[in-house]
């Protein structure tokens, strides 16, 4: 992964952080592997679930925050299939918090005009979290200020596995398989691309997040665990894309 270091965006940032003026361009659609919070809680002497907990509080803040700069779409990574290799009661306590979580703040989301999708494979979920979920949807689906896709029980190769299951459920010949078929069969089918993904705790890796949508994304690593990572940071992530030239391949026309 190819990254600028946390430090050198941060210092470039700094300065422009106390000037509103808009920002451009702007990224249509934000990704945030949300990462640190267990380090955050260890450097507090508290339990891991006291730093998820934190995290949770964090992501309507953040959510204001990408709206009020006219960023159409982010995509939280809140829980991967990976993360079932973690001890049982952390678990059991992060997927009891999701439903905590969408009682707790769909409401005030949706005041906000935010719409929530899931990505990731929801039917082998609790009934009660597919019931929060599916509730969160449906109550929210006409809003059009900000889409926030909730990744929960999402795997970038699984999200790839099921898309050809589809094609091969649906009969598709190979001949006709192509980049657009595919990602028409993926969890984001009719979403853009991620322009930006923005990784906390200073990880400088994908951990199998939108592995193929991430094609030509720019990454953003910041050493701000997830649970302190406020609206001064959206921006200084903001303003960092805005200095990005991006060619998709070709060369710089200037």
């Avoid at 946390?6 to 934000?30: F, G």
């Avoid at 993360?83 to 905590?100: A, G």
């Avoid at 595919?182 to 009719?190: I, M, N, R």
């Amino acid at each position: 992964m190819t990254a600028t270091r946390p430090d050198q965006e941060q210092a470039a940032s700094e300065p422009a952080l106390a000037d509103a003026a808009p920002i451009h361009p702007l990224p249509r659609h934000v990704a945030i592997i949300m990462d640190g919070n267990g380090r955050w809680a260890r450097a507090r002497n508290l339990p891991r679930q006291a730093g998820h907990r934190a995290g949770t509080e964090n992501i309507r803040r953040i959510i204001e925050g990408f709206a009020e700069h006219g960023v159409e779409m982010i995509t939280l990574y809140a829980f991967s299939t990976e993360n079932w290799s973690r001890p049982p009661e952390e678990v059991d306590f992060l997927l009891n918090l999701i439903p905590e979580v969408l009682e707790r703040e769909t409401a005030k989301l949706h005041e906000k005009g935010a719409r929530l999708r899931h990505l990731g494979r929801l039917d082998v979920l609790a009934p009660d979290i597919q019931r929060a979920v599916r509730d969160a949807i449906e109550l929210t689906k006409n809003n059009t200020r900000i889409t926030v896709n909730l990744a929960f029980n999402y795997g970038g190769r699984a999200e790839i596995v099921d898309a050809i299951r589809a094609l091969l459920a649906e009969g598709v010949p190979a001949e006709a398989v192509t980049e657009e078929v595919v990602s028409a069969h993926l969890y984001t089918a009719g979403a853009p691309d991620p322009d930006l993904i923005i990784r906390t705790a200073g990880e400088m890796r994908l951990s199998n997040f939108l592995i193929w949508q991430a094609a030509y994304a720019e990454y953003y690593s910041t050493p701000v665990y997830w649970p302190d990572f406020g609206k001064d940071d959206v921006r200084a992530a903001l303003l960092a894309y805005s200095r990005r030239k991006r060619r998709f391949g070709g060369l710089d026309p200037h």
